[in-house]
Every structure is written in structure tokens, then in C-alpha cells.
């Protein structure tokens, strides 16, 4: 069975200041990899995901993650954030022949301080 | 355009009761999701309907838990004799296709008392 683990719950990081927020799956099959972002009072959003080609995925804000088969793992890195970036982050992963069902990690918030 | 929208955003209800959750897509949306968010925990996954068929309903808990999608598009999830494990957000998602990119509504709030 598929599992993610995000062995983060909280990090703090002050504004400009890089930061990498770690993703780890589990999977007997071949997966589609996605981060997904909850703002204060906001629904979930996509900020990127894992298709196929490229292992290196960007966001549109800066972020981006990159897919490391060896290491089963999706780790999401900025290298400056901003006080806007403050949110809940959740990696999540799906099986190629059942893409509609993804299976999420518990989430890592990130809290940027000024 | 009109996001997913899910009615109410809150509701409180006792042990035992009836309740009924629902869910509107974006509009041309055929594909829809529920999933269930525990406090801190991330979505689970419930339900996926194609059209008006749930195509997998193997995460449901039990068979208190039963969603509908009757004309393809607003969805219900229904719980029956609800308990106070079932206190959660209840998220739900629509696609344009099977398989495409999911947008997540602002999700409800169910707490059990």
C-alpha cells in the first residue's frame, strides 16, 4: 500500500532565508508525485506536481521539488521565502493506474517570521 | 470563474444523528472527490464518482457513510447514526477529467457531540 511521510510538522524559518520541506513515499508501482498548499482559511491548491520527464518541477511563486526515485522522495525547496509563504504544505502521491486517488501526508506548516 | 463550493461550512450535530454534506463542482466538471481531514492529518481519501457512478468508494469507512451524485453534478455524502470519530473537515474536489488536476473546495466542518 501507498503511504507518505512528512516527518516535519512545523518548520519556522525566518523571511529570506531558504527552505526545504521533506517528502517520502512508499509504493510497490510507479506514482504521480504533487504538493499541495492550504493558506489560512483557503482550500487546498496544487503547487506543483510529478508527471513524468524532467525530475525537477517548479511552481510559479519559486518553489519547486524534485523527484528522486532512489530515495522515494519529493522534497519541496525554496531559497528565499516570504512572509506570504506562511501555510500548510502536503505532499501527496498517486498510482498511475488509479491517478484520481491520492494519498496524502499529514503536512508540514511552515511559518515564516520576519 | 466559480470554484467548488460545499454547504454548510460548519454544521454541529449530536451522537446519533443524520447529516448530509454537500458538495457543488465547477461547473463541466464529470469527475468528483470526497475526502475526510482528521485534525492534523492530511485529506483521506473517501469516494470518486465519474459521471453519476462512484467509481471507487473503497474508502469509506463503513456503511454508515453513502455519497450520491444523481444528475452528474452536485454531490451529498450522507452519514447515518453519526459518532464522534466522525468529527472532521469533509473536503470534496472536482476534475475535469478522469485523472486531472483536482480543485478543492473550502471544505465542511462536522464535529459530533
Known amino acids: 500500500a501507498q503511504s507518505v511521510t512528512q516527518l516535519d510538522s512545523q518548520v519556522p524559518v525566518f523571511e529570506e532565508a531558504p527552505v526545504e520541506l521533506r517528502c517520502n513515499y512508499s509504493s510497490s508501482v510507479s506514482v504521480y508525485l504533487f504538493w499541495y498548499v492550504q493558506y489560512p482559511n483557503q482550500g487546498l491548491q496544487l503547487l506543483l506536481k510529478y508527471l513524468s520527464g524532467s525530475t525537477l518541477v517548479e511552481s510559479i511563486n519559486g518553489f519547486e521539488a524534485e523527484f528522486n526515485k532512489s530515495q522515494t522522495s519529493f522534497h519541496l525547496r525554496k531559497p528565499s521565502v516570504h512572509i506570504s509563504d506562511t501555510a500548510e504544505y502536503f505532499c501527496?502521491?498517486?498510482?498511475?493506474?488509479?491517478?484520481?486517488?491520492?494519498?496524502f501526508g499529514s503536512g508540514t506548516r511552515l511559518l515564516v517570521r520576519p | 470563474g466559480a470554484g467548488v463550493s460545499q454547504t454548510p461550512s460548519n454544521k454541529v450535530t449530536e451522537k446519533g444523528k443524520y447529516v448530509e454534506l454537500r458538495c457543488d463542482p465547477i461547473s463541466g466538471h464529470t469527475a468528483l472527490y470526497w475526502y475526510r481531514q482528521s485534525l492534523g492529518q492530511g485529506p483521506e481519501f473517501l469516494i470518486y464518482f465519474q459521471g453519476t457512478g462512484a467509481a471507487d468508494d473503497s474508502g469509506l469507512p463503513n456503511d454508515r457513510f453513502f455519497a450520491v451524485r444523481p444528475e452528474g453534478s452536485v454531490s451529498t455524502l450522507k452519514i447515518q447514526r453519526t459518532e464522534r470519530g466522525d468529527s472532521a473537515v469533509y473536503l470534496c474536489?472536482?476534475?475535469?477529467?478522469?485523472?486531472?488536476?483536482?480543485?478543492f473546495g473550502p471544505g465542511t466542518r462536522l464535529t459530533v457531540t
Open positions: 474536489a472536482s476534475s475535469l477529467i478522469w485523472g486531472d488536476e483536482q480543485y
Open positions: 501527496a502521491v498517486s498510482e498511475m493506474d488509479s491517478s484520481y486517488k491520492l494519498i
